[in-house]
């Protein structure tokens, strides 16, 4: 993606929304975000994990909540906002057709785009987990693009089912890891600031939100973790320079 310089009304960022049909409560504040909180802003950036599972763009025909959520996405696109998508870890066979009837445009992660004068660097997160030995090569299996073209071209149910381990599959082995190992790498975190030219950066997926500083090569630099939607919808927002976490009111 091309750097984009938004001047005007503020930007959004969510991530980890994990919306089923098994977390009514949070699926309501979603809806209470796009008509509510988010409908002011020049854009909106989803940084992955927005469902907590997806089986392909058919799913949109089996599944009512899908299909709600591209409406909604939709509707709070017309009004002028502006909605990026980038795939997170539960959520990577999202495609065009998700991308056009919820009228928004998918990022490559990361991507890097200008907010006023300021460069941000956006990415879902797992990447810098690089401590995960297993988690990272898992992933480079599932986003090859043989290994995707091999699951979207099977049934449907056979999908479902192979979500379903595979969130079974996550839980079992995130319970027997140690916390820092699923956390970021210093390292990582390091590179991507000198390789992208020491911007602010924000992501999510380690579920851990906070406001991170540092000091690289002499440029002050700031990492913001976006909040996970388990209890609450939090949000980050930058206007005229200004950062600010929020929380989606019940």
């Not at 938004?6 to 980890?16: C, N, Q």
């Not at 699926?27 to 392909?56: C, K, N, Q, V």
């Not at 980038?86 to 907010?115: C, Q, T, V």
């Not at 030995?133 to 599932?142: A, G, H, T």
Request: charged share 25%; hydrophobic share 40%; with cysteine.
């Amino acid at each position: 993606m091309g750097a984009l310089s938004l001047l005007v009304r503020p930007t959004f960022f969510i991530s980890d929304l994990h919306l089923c049909a098994e977390r009514p409560d949070i699926t309501r504040l979603f809806a209470r975000f796009t008509t509510e909180t988010a409908p002011p802003a020049e854009s909106l950036y989803i940084l992955g994990d927005l469902f907590e599972h997806w089986i392909g763009d058919d799913q949109l025909d089996i599944d009512p909540l899908a299909r709600r959520v591209a409406q909604q996405l939709s509707v709070l696109a017309a009004s002028g906002t502006r909605i990026f998508f980038m795939h997170g870890n539960r959520d990577f066979l999202i495609g065009k057709r998700f991308e056009r009837e919820a009228r928004l445009s998918i990022l490559d992660d990361p991507a890097s785009i200008i907010i006023g004068t300021a460069k941000v660097l956006l990415m879902h997160g797992d990447t810098l987990c690089t401590d995960d030995e297993s988690y990272q090569s898992f992933r480079r299996q599932v986003r090859s693009a043989v290994w995707q073209q091999a699951i979207l071209a099977k049934p449907i149910a056979e999908r479902v089912a192979l979500a379903r381990s595979l969130r079974s599959q996550s839980d079992i082995e995130k319970s027997m890891k140690p916390d820092a190992i699923m956390d970021v790498n210093a390292g990582a975190v390091m590179e991507a600031f000198r390789r992208f030219g020491y911007p602010i950066m924000v992501h999510g997926h380690t579920h851990r939100p906070a406001r991170h500083a540092y000091a690289v090569d002499g440029h002050n630099c700031v990492r913001w973790v976006l909040q996970d939607w388990h209890d609450a919808g939090g949000y980050l927002s930058v206007h005229k320079g200004e950062w600010r976490t929020g929380i989606v009111q019940g």
